[in-house]
Each structure stands twice: as C-alpha cells, then as structure tokens.
C-alpha cells in the first residue's frame, strides 16, 4: 500500500518540476517510484546536468552497490550538500546500509548519522556527524523500501511516476534526444498495441534497423512476448492477435482500395475457419481498446522535433566518455589484450 500522501505524476512536464525543486532545497525528502524503461533516472540526470553551475547544483550521486564503508564516507564527505540514491532496491538488502540510510533520510532540520565500527579501514572518519542533506530516493518497489525503512512512509514526498505509452512517444519525439524519426513515427502508429510503456522499445526498434533487419516485423514481433503474459488465452489467439497486428501496421494496405477486405482474405488464409471475418474484427476490436484514453489523432498531433542542435551537458558527457572508451577498446584489440585476463590463452 502505498502512502495516501502519494503524488501520482503522469506527465515529464510536471516529473522535471518536481525533480527541480528537489534541486533547489524546497524538498528534505522525496521518493521517485515507477517501474522499469521510464526513464526516470535519465529525466534526473538531463534535468541535473542543466543545474549545473546553479545553487545547489552539486551533489552526490549514489547508483547500484556500495559497501556500507564507502556509504558511511560519502554521506560524511557530502554531508552539507544533497544526495540522490539511484536504485535504492539494492541498497536496501545490507542492514547496515539500511541503518545508514534511516540515519540520513531523516527530515530533521539537523541529522545525526553514526555508526560504531571498531574496523581498522574507518581510519580518520568520525564515529558519528551532523548532516543536513538532502535525499532522493529512486526505486521501483515501495514495497521493498518500505518494509526496511519504514519511517518514510510520512517523512517524505513520495511520487508514483506512471507516464502513459502516449506520454512516452511525446517525450521521444520531443526529448531531443532519439534521432529516428522513421521508427518514432511507425511505433506511433502502432501505440496502442504496446501493453507497458517502455522507452527501451524505441531503442530496441532503432537498433533492429542499424543491424539491416527488417525492423518494422521485428518491432511487431516484440509485441508477441508481451501478448504471451495475457493470461488464459490459447497459443492461437495470441498469433491471431499478432498478425492482426502486422496487418494493420503494413502501410500497403493503406493504398488499396478496400484494403479491410485485403486483411480479412488474409487473416482467413492463414487460419481457414479460424480466420472469419467476424474474427478478424474481433481480434481488431481487443487490439484498439489498449489505446485506452488516446486514439491515433492524439499520436498525430505530437509534434516530432528530432536531437537538439544544442545538446544538454549530459549528452555531451555522455558522447564524450562513449568516444574515449571506443578508443580505449581499439586500443586494446590492436594489441591483442582482453580486458582481465592474465593470459592469451584463458577463456573469456
């Protein structure tokens, strides 16, 4: 059960906002949820790099694992500045790590973080310290989170972020970020069949086409596996439900003159009796509910804006570091090396 406090957010628009006053002190604590492919942690990131060289534009940053050593250091070497947790999930599974993160996620205006280590490694570090951090905390289970640290369920901001696939494709198409235009716009063709919204979609789609394949078959065909977790539903349909699919997706239909009747001779060659028209429309029918609140006028209305011409600092970053470890890896072919292992002759 999540917080009754909890802020329910299905727009980047109002994500960001939220996100920037985190950044600007307004908020002690907040918790991000939301499932996975969101980009809820790229949307922090963009929006960090833009507050770069602002007030309170320097924190610590704190994604996967960390020993609760390294922890106990960071909160003590950041502590007068803000702290963001990136997959607090893992976190959450060390007890000391947790104690730690209770200590700091406390809103009071002064927190008091100890831990008693008698190990030789706490070398010079304090026994205990004051702290006014800030925290943010990015999970995609409250459950996990609240069932180790459970005095956050009022202490802080929670907010549930849930964008929806039509969300998703406007923040694609106006992100600046995604370059292909070509799949953008077949996905958004194609919207209502995706059954969880998921920017990796798009990179998967654009990624099929760098390879030379035949994207747009494999972009339909991921559809399949996510039609498989569809419960009580017979092998059959399923692969009904798929080549409804591909056949309303083939832009060639389009140009015909009855190009409903084309589908349904089709869809009736495939699966002989099985394939009525009545079926046909059926199967159409169930694939057009998942559109839910939008219908493909909404999809045509977003505007596709393409990569910026002026790239955030996390872009640049990004790009820069990519380069320099491209390099590294040429670098490391050409003198015949692998990276970790002793000898030529090891198994990799």
């Not at 502590?79 to 700091?104: A, G, M, Q, W, Y």
């Not at 919207?191 to 998967?204: C, E, G, I, Q, V």
């Not at 972009?219 to 092998?235: I, K, V, Y």
Request: aromatic share 10%; with cysteine; hydrophobic share 35%.
């Amino acid at each position: 059960m999540l917080p009754p406090h909890t802020l329910v957010v299905e727009d980047f628009g109002e994500f960001r906002e939220l996100i920037q006053s985190w950044i600007e002190g307004h908020y002690e604590l907040m918790v991000i949820l939301g499932g996975a492919g969101l980009g809820k942690s790229d949307t922090i990131e963009r929006q960090m790099s833009v507050s770069k060289g602002k007030p309170n534009s320097k924190w610590a940053y704190i994604k996967g694992k960390i020993t609760p050593l390294k922890l106990y250091q960071t909160l003590y070497d950041y502590r007068l500045l803000p702290i963001i947790f990136n997959d607090v999930d893992t976190l959450v599974k060390d007890e000391t790590s947790v104690s730690l993160l209770k200590c700091v996620c406390d809103t009071s205006r002064v927190k008091t973080v100890q831990w008693s280590s008698t190990h030789a490694a706490f070398g010079t570090l304090p026994k205990s310290f004051e702290s006014i951090s800030q925290t943010l905390l990015i999970t995609n289970s409250w459950e996990k989170v609240s069932q180790n640290i459970t005095a956050l369920h009022n202490r802080g901001v929670v907010v549930l972020f849930r964008p929806t696939a039509l969300e998703i494709h406007r923040e694609v198409g106006e992100g600046g970020w995604f370059e292909d235009q070509e799949v953008w716009e077949f996905i958004g063709k194609n919207l209502f069949l995706m059954t969880r919204p998921d920017f990796r979609f798009y990179l998967h789609a654009r990624n099929h086409k760098r390879a030379g394949k035949d994207w747009k078959d494999l972009t339909l065909r991921m559809l399949e596996s996510a039609l498989d977790q569809d419960a009580g539903q017979a092998r059959e349909e399923k692969e009904k439900l798929v080549l409804v699919a591909k056949l309303l997706a083939d832009p060639k239909f389009d140009l015909m003159d009855a190009p409903e009747t084309e589908r349904e001779k089709i869809f009736k060659t495939c699966f002989g009796r099985g394939g009525s028209r009545a079926t046909y429309h059926r199967h159409k029918r169930k694939l057009l509910e998942r559109r839910g609140d939008f219908d493909l006028e909404a999809v045509g209305r977003i505007q596709w804006q393409g990569p910026t011409a002026f790239p955030t600092e996390f872009d640049i970053k990004q790009a820069q570091r990519r380069a320099a470890l491209e390099l590294e890896r040429g670098e490391l072919v050409r003198a015949g090396g692998v990276l970790g292992a002793d000898d030529e002759d090891d198994d990799v």
